[in-house]
Antibody, heavy 120, light 110 residues
Framework: QVQLVQSGAEVKKPGASVKVSCKASGYTFTGYYMHWVRQAPGRGLEWMGRINPIGGGTNYAQMFQGRVTLTRDTSISTAYMELDSLRSDDTAVYYC?????????????WGQGTTVTVSS | QSALTQPPSASGSPGQSVTISCTGTSSDVGGYNYVLWYQQHPGKAPKLMIYDVTKRPSGVPDRFSGSKSGNTASLTVSGLQAEDEADYYCSSYAGSNNWVFGGGTKLTVL
């Protein structure tokens, strides 16, 4: 079954870091860019960045530059998103999503989302 | 990179058509023919509905159509059905391997 399965919910204190994993199955992990998108409660979608699973090359949204790191482990078909210096407004659902080979720049396979709560 | 501008809400009766706009700049919507639309039901992950401004992925009903004029893209849902009630987000390539989303539009089927 083609799917992305993300790690479980996290509760962090301000200033801490969080690392969310996204395990791909049912398709060739190295064949598709992986994007990360977040959604704060009651808010819209926000693009964070993407990683090329083949070489590990990354692109980040300017607002997250210096605070987010995308990595991957091809041996276990898993992508990771680490966000540092957490603030209360980082409380959100974080999604991984793979970029389609067929629909230009379209994100057509999404993880179930990981809720990250930042609270003192 | 600023978010694309969408109206917060839209509505229509079953069978009617509704159009949702998405306004950006010449650096994103106006500069590339890479506008996408996503549908999101409450508590669910988004679903790709339109890519390349006008194209539908396999399985998306032809009631959904996209267009663009200048810096503004639009999504039209024809023959509204109850299951179309959802949030809709536009997205655009913004150059230099960056993407931007709109703020989202809540579509209500009356």
């Amino acid at each position: 079954q083609v799917q992305l399965v993300q790690s479980g919910a996290e509760v962090k204190k301000p200033g801490a870091s969080v690392k969310v994993s996204c395990k791909a199955s049912g398709y060739t992990f190295t064949g598709y860019y992986m994007h990360w998108v977040r959604q704060a409660p009651g808010r819209g979608l926000e693009w964070m960045g993407r990683i090329n699973p083949i070489g590990g090359g990354t692109n980040y949204a300017q607002m997250f530059q210096g605070r987010v790191t995308l990595t991957r482990d091809t041996s276990i078909s898993t992508a990771y998103m680490e966000l540092d210096s957490l603030r209360s407004d980082d409380t959100a659902v974080y999604y991984c999503a793979s970029e389609s080979l067929y629909y230009k720049y379209g994100l057509d396979l999404w993880g179930q989302g990981t809720t990250v709560t930042v609270s003192s | 990179q600023s978010a694309l501008t969408q109206p917060p809400s839209a509505s229509g009766s079953p069978g009617q058509s509704v159009t949702i706009s998405c306004t950006g700049t010449s650096s994103d919507v106006g500069g590339y023919n890479y506008v996408l639309w996503y549908q999101q039901h409450p508590g669910k992950a988004p679903k790709l509905m339109i890519y390349d401004v006008t194209k539908r992925p396999s399985g998306v009903p032809d009631r959904f159509s996209g267009s663009k004029s200048g810096n503004t893209a639009s999504l039209t849902v024809s023959g509204l059905q109850a299951e179309d009630e959802a949030d809709y987000y536009c997205s655009s390539y913004a150059g230099s391997n960056n993407w931007v989303f709109g703020g989202g539009t809540k579509l209500t089927v009356l």
